[in-house]
């Protein structure tokens, strides 16, 4: 079965832009059979590396996400170079995030580029 469009969003990676952009998805999702908080705190782990890591200064990060009756996949993308703005953070936080990612989903993809970085999250529904 195909997948239907919910939503695409393309906002300036700040802060005050990650619950924004999870408000917007956990809106865009409900009641589809999924467990939205996993969902929810894939998309927020994803959306808040490129909001601390992918921008010496600033720029946009995209979220998009399709459903079909089995699964939901979300994908957040940025065009930065991911910068190591946190070189005095403790070195055993770092990783957590994508961790998280990767246990909360069926599968996930990170995939760097030249000009920039997509995270590709696949989630099964709790009835698929």
């Given at each position: 079965m195909g997948m239907e469009q919910l939503g695409t969003w393309r906002v300036s990676a700040v802060a005050r832009s990650v619950p924004q952009l999870r408000r917007a998805l956990q809106e865009r999702i409900a009641g589809r059979g999924l467990d939205e908080e996993a969902v929810a705190l894939a998309a927020?782990?994803?959306?808040?590396?490129?909001?601390?890591?992918?921008?010496?200064?600033?720029?946009?990060?995209?979220?998009?996400?399709?459903?079909?009756?089995?699964?939901?996949l979300v994908v957040v993308a940025d065009e930065g170079i991911w910068a190591r703005k946190d070189t005095n953070r403790n070195r055993s936080?770092?990783?957590?995030?994508?961790a998280l990612i990767h246990e909360l989903c069926a599968s996930a993809r990170i995939e760097p580029t030249d000009t920039g970085t997509t995270v590709t999250m696949r989630l099964t529904t709790n009835h698929g």
């Amino acid at each position: 079965m195909g997948m239907e469009q919910l939503g695409t969003w393309r906002v300036s990676a700040v802060a005050r832009s990650v619950p924004q952009l999870r408000r917007a998805l956990q809106e865009r999702i409900a009641g589809r059979g999924l467990d939205e908080e996993a969902v929810a705190l894939a998309a927020t782990e994803a959306i808040s590396n490129v909001v601390r890591h992918a921008y010496l200064r600033s720029g946009p990060v995209s979220l998009s996400v399709q459903a079909s009756t089995e699964e939901v996949l979300v994908v957040v993308a940025d065009e930065g170079i991911w910068a190591r703005k946190d070189t005095n953070r403790n070195r055993s936080s770092r990783g957590i995030g994508l961790a998280l990612i990767h246990e909360l989903c069926a599968s996930a993809r990170i995939e760097p580029t030249d000009t920039g970085t997509t995270v590709t999250m696949r989630l099964t529904t709790n009835h698929g």
